[in-house]
């Protein structure tokens, strides 16, 4: 009886063991505290992102029970921009000059907003300003914009424009175009637009070190976060007053080797364009995971830029999680190996809540990957030994005597 309680004894440890096997496959977890419904969002800590794959292809939400683990499923939600680029139809109506410059009259058919238009010119170097007016009948005339610069410049060192004429929402039946120019602009496309996307939210992330070095007439600018952490927006803050437009490019590092010389970084491209005194300087790009970012600034001829310690900043990450069964709930992470997981929810097709109670996260812990049950001696007790090996002495005690008895 007692051979038989140990045995079932280790297959339930076995059993455990199983259960837990999953979860062991993984080196992070963290504790989920407040689940009182069904659907709640977890918001993803920075620290998570130092451990997990480049796609967040290892992360699961595991609960357990004293005989089972569980899977919750999750949609991965991030806080991408809303909304989108409406072109509104319009009529080019008119186009005339005076010794002010060149005008362009547009009529609006409906009685839509704008809050953007967009210019193409066949011209390929200039630098004009242009006003804008609205008018409902076209005998009253109000200012939209004023003085506000265009430009183009494409030479063998540069290639850039700017010709994106952005101003609140106005509306209006017709706008007028004033481009002052001494020569006519060949203007082949317009688009009037009304930018309803609602921008993105971020999280900023604090920079551990900025350094500026100038190299061969390039100003290489070096940004190292405290961590690796999910990137899509830089800023840089220029503190020249004069003109400037000077190509860019935005690198990061996505991979590095120990040497006897001290790291080698391999650097993955991000985005390029243009520094500009007519712009914000700032850049958004597909999300990457990185901790150590590079700007170069082509200078080439001219005197370094200014330039101060940039902001960079991240979408906010969350899962929407939906928890079906009571249990002890860890959201864990860092599997190389995993791939992503494929739930019925992030199929389309569901009714999913909104405004959900976010759950307390506890502090991340390792996951022990040592766990072993080591199954107990049959027989512990030695009596028990000795008394088999009696029977068996026993028996071939007897069984010889029989054979003797049988050769008499």
Same mark, same amino acid.
């Given at each position: 009886?007692?051979?038989?309680?140990?045995?079932?004894?280790?297959?339930?440890?076995?059993?455990?063991?199983?259960?837990?096997? +999953?979860?062991?496959?993984?080196?992070?977890?963290?504790?989920?505290?407040?689940?009182?419904?069904?659907?709640?969002?977890?918001?993803?800590?920075?620290?998570?992102?130092?451990?997990?794959?480049?796609?967040?292809?290892?992360?699961?939400?595991?609960?357990?029970?004293?005989?089972?683990?569980?899977?919750?499923?999750?949609?991965? +939600?991030?806080?991408?921009?809303?909304?989108?680029?409406?072109?509104?139809?319009?009529?080019?109506?008119?186009?005339?000059?005076?010794?002010?410059?060149?005008?362009?009259?547009?009529?609006?058919?409906?009685?839509?907003?704008?809050?953007?238009?967009?210019?193409?010119?066949?011209?390929?170097?200039?630098?004009?300003?242009?006003?804008?007016?609205?008018?409902?009948? +076209?005998?009253?005339?109000?200012?939209?914009?004023?003085?506000?610069?265009?430009?183009?410049?494409?030479?063998?060192?540069?290639?850039?424009?700017?010709?994106?004429?952005?101003?609140?929402?106005?509306?209006?039946?017709?706008?007028?175009?004033?481009?002052?120019?001494?020569?006519?602009?060949? &203007?082949?496309?317009?688009?009037?637009?009304?930018?309803?996307?609602?921008?993105?939210?971020?999280?900023?992330?604090?920079?551990?070190?900025?350094?500026?070095?100038?190299?061969?007439?390039?100003?290489?600018?070096?940004?190292?976060?405290?961590?690796?952490?999910?990137?899509?927006?830089?800023?840089?803050?220029?503190?020249?007053?004069?003109?400037?437009?000077?190509?860019?490019?935005?690198?990061?590092?996505?991979?590095?080797?120990?040497?006897?010389?001290?790291?080698?970084?391999?650097?993955?491209?991000?985005?390029?364009?243009?520094?500009?005194?007519?712009?914000?300087?700032?850049?958004?790009?597909?999300?990457?995971?990185?901790?150590? &970012? +590079?700007?170069?600034?082509?200078?080439?001829?001219?005197?370094?830029?200014?330039?101060?310690?940039?902001?960079?900043?991240?979408?906010?990450?969350?899962?929407?999680?939906?928890?079906?069964?009571?249990?002890?709930?860890?959201?864990?992470?860092?599997?190389?190996?995993?791939?992503?997981?494929?739930?019925?929810?992030?199929?389309?097709?569901?009714?999913?809540?909104?405004?959900?109670?976010?759950?307390?996260?506890?502090?991340?812990?390792?996951?022990?990957?040592?766990?072993?049950?080591?199954?107990?001696?049959?027989?512990?007790?030695?009596?028990?030994?000795?008394?088999?090996?009696?029977?068996?002495?026993?028996?071939?005690?007897?069984?010889?005597?029989?054979?003797?008895?049988?050769?008499?």
């Amino acid at each position: 009886m007692r051979t038989r309680t140990k045995i079932a004894t280790i297959a339930l440890l076995g059993f455990g063991v199983a259960s837990f096997g +999953q979860i062991q496959n993984y080196d992070k977890q963290i504790r989920l505290s407040g689940i009182t419904e069904q659907w709640h969002s977890i918001a993803l800590p920075d620290t998570l992102f130092a451990d997990v794959q480049n796609g967040l292809a290892d992360i699961r939400v595991y609960g357990v029970t004293e005989i089972d683990t569980l899977e919750a499923p999750y949609l991965l +939600q991030v806080s991408h921009s809303k909304g989108d680029l409406s072109k509104i139809d319009f009529k080019l109506i008119n186009s005339s000059s005076n010794k002010n410059g060149y005008y362009y009259t547009y009529e609006i058919p409906t009685s839509k907003s704008i809050n953007e238009i967009q210019l193409s010119f066949k011209d390929e170097n200039f630098d004009w300003n242009v006003t804008l007016e609205g008018s409902q009948n +076209q005998q009253e005339w109000f200012t939209v914009l004023e003085d506000y610069r265009i430009l183009s410049i494409k030479n063998n060192q540069t290639d850039y424009s700017f010709t994106h004429l952005n101003f609140p929402n106005a509306k209006y039946r017709y706008y007028r175009l004033l481009v002052k120019s001494d020569s006519q602009p060949n &203007l082949v496309h317009s688009s009037l637009n009304l930018d309803s996307i609602i921008p993105a939210k971020y999280r900023d992330y604090a920079i551990e070190t900025f350094d500026v070095i100038q190299e061969n007439k390039n100003s290489v600018i070096t940004i190292d976060l405290k961590a690796r952490l999910p990137i899509s927006y830089i800023k840089l803050d220029v503190s020249d007053k004069v003109d400037y437009y000077r190509p860019m490019e935005i690198t990061y590092v996505s991979d590095s080797v120990k040497t006897e010389k001290g790291w080698r970084y391999r650097y993955s491209a991000l985005t390029a364009g243009t520094l500009s005194s007519l712009e914000d300087n700032t850049f958004k790009f597909k999300t990457v995971l990185a901790q150590r &970012l +590079q700007v170069l600034v082509h200078n080439y001829d001219n005197e370094p830029l200014a330039i101060s310690k940039p902001e960079v900043k991240g979408y906010t990450h969350k899962l929407l999680a939906r928890f079906d069964k009571p249990a002890t709930y860890f959201l864990v992470y860092g599997n190389q190996n995993a791939r992503t997981p494929i739930y019925d929810i992030s199929k389309g097709g569901f009714k999913l809540p909104e405004n959900v109670a976010a759950l307390i996260l506890d502090k991340p812990e390792p996951i022990s990957k040592n766990t072993t049950v080591e199954a107990s001696p049959l027989f512990e007790n030695k009596w028990w030994l000795w008394g088999i090996m009696g029977i068996i002495m026993l028996v071939l005690g007897v069984f010889t005597l029989k054979m003797v008895r049988k050769e008499n």
